[in-house]
């Protein structure tokens, strides 16, 4: 009986062993447990004329149906750009196009020079037919440069032709309110001069014979005129709030000074007289470097794909315990496009020749499906860009991750490769 339990047991214990060393010894599994997937690259280029023009008329917002629908989206990258055409600095919609002043005009004896003279100081002096105004002192002229981009000396040419201009229309309303029987068929009032100084980068503007006031610091209306898209009231900004601040401006108004000289000259070495003036002269100079480049950079926001962070600008509390306005988004755009002088120097443009991208969008997990895009293209303080209609395109490259069945290659590469 002892004999039989031992012979049982045995047994047993070799089949234990058996398949113990079945189970764990196995080194052939007949199907391996790896996954093997492939990334694929894909390019996808999009012209802003590709948009729908009566849904999207703007080109700095638009949104487009994909060729196909792209699955399985692991990467978004943006790897070319051409921005070739001029980008205005000055634009209504950027409100930076209108300035304001006022005018003391001189003591004039009527005889004592031309009849247009005589007209002009008449209303200048006695501006009570216009606006309520009260001697001519009251009264506000309006000037507005035209938009486009601008060389410092185009700049100057056009804020001289202005300033003039400003208070020839001003006579030439008054003239017409008035009952003169002789209305002047010709105004030219020329006492306004600019200069550009090249070697301090900052702007002078005179006036050889009335003394002025430069409103710098009111607010001007830009509700008169269609916007082309809904851009944010610049006024409260700290940088580009308006036109002064890229003439070298801060934001308050500035009383003109008398030169006593009734000379100002430029120049270190020889210097060389500008402007002179019999009688008076008056002038301000700008504080700071005249600024009419503009934003060197746009930012590329993709709808629900952005990834990178910005800080938001403007701030004047980050330090304060309480009432801080630091403020910070996260996944605010998806690439920075920086824009570079173009060939004519006639304003900034981007191409991939002399650009530098490094962006990508990575996504975990991937995006299923992909079939429409929506872009937005902006400055880092949130105004649209204004294209101006006209067109440009880019290239964005779409990493697709697809499973496959691994196949090992043996591949002989023959010499003459």
Sequence with gaps: MAQEHKSTANNS???????????????????????????????????????????????????????????????LQLVECNITTTNYTFSREYQNTKFSFKLFPSEHVTGSGSAMDDTIYYFLNNGDTVEGGDGGISNTFYAEISEGYYTPQQLVNELEYKLNRSVEAFIIKADAVDDNPNRLSNVTYSHFRVHYDGVTQRLLIANNRDNFRLLFGVAQDYTGYVKKCDQP???????????????????????????????????????????????????????????????????????????????????????KGRGNDFNGTVNSYFAKIPLNSNATGTGFAASNSYMYLYNMAQFNPVIDKLRRLKFTMRYHDGRLVDFRDTNFNFTISLGQIHDEIARNYILRVPNKF
Aim: glycine residues 4%; hydrophobic residues 35%; charged residues 20%.
């Design 233 to 319: 009231i610049v006024w409260g900004q700290s940088s580009r709030w308006g036109l002064p601040f890229f003439l070298g401006f801060s934001r308050q108004n500035y009383d003109a000074v008398e030169e006593p000289s009734k000379e100002i000259h430029f120049g270190s070495n020889r210097p060389s007289l500008w402007l002179s003036a019999p009688q008076h002269l008056y002038y301000v100079q700008s504080p700071f470097i005249l600024d009419i480049y503009g934003d060197t950079a746009i930012y590329m926001e993709i709808e629900k794909m952005n990834s990178c962070d910005e800080v938001e600008p403007y701030r004047s509390s980050t330090n």
């Design 13 to 75: 214990a070799k089949f234990s062993s058996s398949q113990l060393n079945f189970n764990l010894n196995n080194a052939h599994q007949l199907i391996p447990r790896e996954q093997t997937f492939v990334l694929d690259r894909k390019l996808l280029t999009i012209h802003s004329e590709d948009r729908d023009l009566v849904q999207w008329p703007n080109a700095n917002q638009f949104e487009i149906q994909l060729p196909t629908t792209y699955t399985s989206v692991s990467t």
